[in-house]
C-alpha cells in the first residue's frame, strides 16, 4: 500500500476552534483546556474557543484569523457536521481556504451527550481533536476540472412534488423523465379524492397537474417503473429503470374501458386500500394518467405449470364461471385441439397441485373442461383467418401428436396433409380407448373441427407399406412430422402363448373392438397386467358378454398405474383382481386354451420405474380357469418400417431417437412425438411434446437454427412461486361429484359411464 506522506508544498498552519454549544458541550467538556491541549500540537498555529462558533461573531474570527495567520487548515470542535459543516466550509472558501482543507468533529454528539464524566469527556474531546489535527495534515488540494453536464434530468416518484418539480424542469426548457412505480402518477393524495369535504378535493387540485404532466413534450413519462440502479457522478448519472409490463400494447390502448366490462376476475383494489374491488385488467382510476390499463401478472399457477400442454386453467375456469362458455373452449383450445377428449381421459396432474386445496379440496378442472366442451358445438365456433403460406407438411399418423401438429401448424398456414394407416382417424384416441369412456360421436366432431381448417387427408395409408419417407421428400414436403404411435402389444414370453387359441393382445383386442370387429373372447377371461388398457380390455370383456373377467397384477394395488377411478369402476361392474400374481405357463388342451398357470410374488428392492421388483415366491403355484388370455403388459412401436430408414436412430426399445426440446429426429427434417418416442404415455404428453414439434417445424422451415433454439430452451428459467395471495374467509365448499351410470345398467353396454 502506498504511504500518504502529509501536504508539504508549503507549511501547514491550522487552526483549531472548538464551540461551548452555548452550554451543551461546555457543561461537560472543559473546553479551556482542550483548547491548551490543542496549542501543544504539531503546525496548529492558533487555538481558540466560543461558546457559539456558527453565529456570526464565530464565523467571523474563524474568518480573520485565516487572514492573519495565513491558515491553510481548519479543524472545528462543534455540533453535527450534517448540520453544520456546509456553513463553516463556506466561510472558510470566501477568506481563501479550500473547502477540502476544512475538517470537523462531533464533540456534541460523540462526547458531552453521551458522557457523564467531565474528566472523561475532557479526555476523550483531546483524543478526538488531536485525531482530527492530525488527519487535515493529509487533506491534499483538490484539482478542479470541468466536465459536460447532461441536461436532462430524472424525477424518482409521480406524487404532487414529483409532478411539479418535473414540470418546473420541462418549462425551464429541459428533458424530464418522470418514474413512478405504480401504473398512474398523482400519488397517495388523490386516493383522498373523496376525504375533503370542500370542493378543493385532491382530485380538484392533482388531475390538472397530471393532464399537465402527461401532455408536456418536455415531460417522459415511466410509469409502473422503478429505478434499480444509479451510477456516474453528478451530471452524468445513469440510471437503470425496470419498466414492468401493463401486458396491454400501450400505444394501442385508448382507455374506453371495454376490455375491464368483460373480464371475469375480480380482485381486492389496492388503490382503494382493498374496500372495493377491481378487475384483473384495470386503471387505478378514471382520471388515472396515462389512461392505460394494465394486467398484473404473477407467476403462473401452479396448476398451469403443472399440465404438460400448459393449459390456462384459472382462465378458463373462470370463463366458466362467468357464464362465457365459447370463450372458454376457444381458450383451452389455444393449447388442447380435443377439449371434450381431454376432459374425459386426462390424468388431470393439474388437480394435485390445486391451491385451492389449502381451502378445502381441489377444483374439478378436469370435469369443468369436460362440461364446457360439451356445452359449446364446435362447428359454431368460427375458425381464426389464417394467412396462408406455401410450403407443405406432412403428418404421418393422425392421434393426439398428429392431430396437434396438423391443427397448430394449419392455424400457422402451413399446408397441411395427414396420412393416417387405420380406416378412420385418432390413433389410439379411436382405437385404443373404450367408447363407454370416449364416445366415438364426440371424437368425430373435434377431428372433424381440425380438418375443416382445410387439409389433405388420406386415410388407409400407411408409412413403409404405400409410401416411404424419400416418396414424402420428392413430393415436395418441407417437413415431415411422424406421430405413428405404439399400436403392438408386449408378449408375455411364456410358455404356451404363441401355441393356444383365445390368446389376443390387449391392443389388438380393443383395436377390433373399436373399429367393430370384436368378437367375445371367451366365457372367462383373464388379463395380464395393471394398466389403463388392461383396466380397459377387462371392462371391454364383460360389455362383450364375459361371464367371468379377472386381472392379474404382479405388484400390489397400490403400484397399479391404472387411474383409481378406473379401477374402482371396474370392481363395482365384477371384475375381479389377483395381487401379487405373475403367470407363468397357458395351458390348452386340443389347441384351445383351458388355464393360466400363475406364481404368487413379493415386493423386493426398486427397479428401474421406481417401484418395487416383484419376486416369485416359490412354491406359491395356482391355476386361473379360464378361455381367453389377454396380455396387457405394454406396448411399442412398429419396428418393421423404421428398418427400412438407416437414417433414423432408435432406441433399444424401438422409440426414436429426437432433441427432447425440438422433437427434430436423426433426419433433419423430420420431427416426431407421442408414443412413437417416448412408449406409451398419456393423451396430454401427447399433445404437449406435439406442441414442441410445431414450434420447431415452424422455425425449422423458415430457416432458424434450432440448435441454438434448443440450447435456449434448455437454459430457460424454472416456473416462480410468487403466486396471489388466498383471500382470507374463503368460504369451505364440498366438490362437486360426477354423475356415473349406475353400475347395473353400465356394465354390459358401450354407453358412456361418466355423465358429468
Request: some cysteine; hydrophobic content about 40%.
Amino acid at each position: 500500500m502506498e504511504r500518504v506522506e502529509p501536504d508539504t508544498e508549503k507549511l501547514t498552519k491550522i487552526g483549531f476552534y472548538i464551540c461551548h454549544g452555548g452550554t451543551d458541550i461546555a457543561d461537560k467538556v472543559w473546553v479551556d483546556e482542550v483548547v491548551d491541549f490543542a496549542l501543544k500540537q504539531q503546525n496548529v498555529e492558533v487555538a481558540t474557543s466560543y461558546k457559539y462558533l456558527c453565529q456570526d461573531p464565530g464565523l467571523k474570527m474563524i474568518a480573520e484569523d485565516i487572514k492573519s495567520f495565513g491558515l491553510n487548515r481548519v479543524v472545528v470542535a462543534a455540533c453535527n457536521p450534517k448540520v453544520y459543516e456546509k456553513t463553516f466550509q463556506d466561510v472558510c472558501q470566501r477568506a481563501g481556504l479550500k473547502p477540502e482543507h476544512f475538517q470537523m468533529v462531533a464533540v456534541r454528539e460523540q462526547v458531552a451527550w453521551v458522557t457523564e464524566d467531565p474528566v472523561e469527556a475532557t479526555r476523550k474531546a483531546k483524543t478526538l481533536a488531536a485525531a482530527t489535527i492530525h488527519r487535515v495534515k493529509f487533506q491534499r488540494t483538490l484539482t478542479a476540472r470541468e466536465v459536460n453536464v447532461h441536461p436532462d434530468v430524472l424525477v424518482v416518484g409521480g406524487g404532487i412534488a414529483g409532478m411539479q418539480a418535473a414540470l418546473d424542469v420541462a418549462e425551464a426548457g429541459h428533458k424530464a423523465y418522470l418514474v413512478e412505480r405504480q401504473p398512474t402518477i398523482g400519488g397517495h393524495m388523490l386516493q383522498f379524492d373523496k376525504t375533503f369535504p370542500t370542493l378543493d378535493c385532491a382530485a380538484c387540485i392533482g388531475t390538472p397537474k397530471m393532464v399537465s404532466v402527461g401532455q408536456n413534450p418536455n415531460i417522459e413519462l415511466l410509469t409502473y417503473s422503478e429505478v434499480k440502479g444509479i451510477s456516474g457522478f453528478v451530471g452524468n448519472y445513469k440510471v437503470k429503470v425496470l419498466r414492468n409490463s401493463r401486458y396491454v400494447k400501450e400505444a394501442g390502448c385508448t382507455g374506453c374501458g371495454e376490455c375491464e366490462k368483460v373480464c371475469p376476475v375480480t380482485r381486492p383494489s389496492e388503490w382503494d386500500e382493498g374496500l372495493s374491488e377491481r378487475k384483473a385488467i384495470y386503471r387505478s382510476f378514471p382520471q388515472a394518467v396515462p389512461i392505460t390499463f394494465a394486467i398484473d401478472k404473477k407467476d403462473r399457477a401452479p396448476c398451469v405449470n403443472t399440465c404438460p400442454a400448459g393449459v390456462n386453467v384459472q382462465g378458463y375456469v373462470q370463463l366458466i364461471a362467468q357464464g362465457k362458455y365459447k370463450e372458454a373452449v376457444q381458450l383451452i383450445m389455444e393449447h388442447i385441439p380435443l377439449p371434450g377428449v381431454l376432459g374425459r381421459v386426462c390424468p388431470h396432474p393439474c388437480e394435485a397441485e390445486c391451491r385451492r386445496k389449502e381451502v378445502d379440496e381441489a377444483v374439478s378442472i378436469r370435469e369443468l373442461k369436460r362440461f364446457v366442451a360439451d356445452k359449446v358445438d364446435l362447428s359454431e365456433l368460427p375458425h381464426p383467418e389464417i394467412e396462408e403460406r406455401s410450403e407443405k407438411v406432412a403428418v404421418v399418423g393422425s392421434g393426439p401428436a398428429g392431430l396437434t401438429v396438423a391443427y397448430y401448424l394449419r392455424l400457422k398456414g402451413y399446408q397441411i396433409t395427414l396420412f393416417e394407416a387405420l380406416p378412420e382417424l385418432g390413433g389410439m384416441l379411436r382405437v385404443g380407448i373404450p367408447d363407454y369412456r370416449l364416445p366415438p360421436e364426440l371424437l368425430d366432431q373435434e377431428i372433424g373441427h381440425i380438418v375443416n381448417l382445410g387439409m389433405e387427408v388420406h386415410k388407409g395409408r400407411a408409412l413403409g407399406t404405400d409410401f416411404t419417407l424419400a416418396d414424402l421428400r420428392k413430393e415436395g414436403y418441407k417437413a415431415i412430422f411422424l406421430g405413428v404411435g405404439a399400436h403392438h402389444g408386449m408378449k408375455l414370453n411364456i410358455p404356451g402363448e404363441e401355441d393356444l387359441e383365445g390368446i389376443s393382445d390387449a391392443v389388438d383386442f380393443l383395436r377390433a373392438v373399436n373399429l367393430g370387429k370384436g368378437e367375445l373372447p371367451g366365457r372367462r377371461v383373464v388379463i395380464i397386467g395393471g394398466g389403463n388398457v388392461a383396466i380397459d380390455a377387462a371392462r371391454t370383456a364383460l360389455r362383450l358378454g364375459a361371464e367371468e373377467v379377472s386381472i392379474a397384477y404382479r405388484r400390489t394395488r397400490e403400484e397399479m398405474p391404472a387411474y383409481e377411478e378406473e379401477i374402482e369402476e371396474a370392481l363395482e361392474e365384477g371384475v375381479m383382481l389377483h395381487y401379487l400374481t405373475a403367470p407363468v405357463r397357458v395351458h390348452g388342451a386340443y389347441g384351445k386354451c383351458t388355464g393360466i398357470e400363475c406364481i404368487k410374488t413379493e415386493l423386493g428392492e426398486p427397479d428401474a420405474s421406481g417401484r418395487r421388483r416383484p419376486m416369485p415366491v416359490e412354491g406359491s403355484e395356482f391355476f386361473i380357469d379360464c378361455d381367453a388370455v389377454i396380455p396387457a403388459i405394454g406396448q411399442q412401436p412398429d419396428k418393421k418400417w423404421v428398418e427400412k430408414e438407416p437414417s433414423l436412430k432408435t432406441t433399444r426399445w424401438g422409440t426414436l431417437v429426437v432433441n427432447p426440446h425440438t422433437m427434430q429426429t436423426t433426419m433433419p427434417h423430420v420431427f416426431a412425438s407421442g408414443d412413437m418416442v417416448t412408449g406409451p404415455a398419456t393423451v396430454v404428453e401427447a399433445i404437449s411434446s406435439g406442441h414442441k414439434a410445431v414450434e420447431a417445424i415452424h422455425r425449422f422451415v423458415k430457416g432458424e437454427n434450432l440448435k441454438r433454439f434448443a440450447e435456449e430452451l434448455a437454459t430457460k428459467a424454472g416456473p416462480g412461486q410468487d403466486w396471489q395471495e388466498i383471500p382470507e374467509g374463503v368460504a369451505r365448499v364440498p366438490r362437486s361429484q360426477v354423475a356415473h351410470k349406475h353400475v347395473g345398467e353400465r356394465a354390459r353396454s358401450f354407453e358412456e359411464v361418466n355423465q358429468g
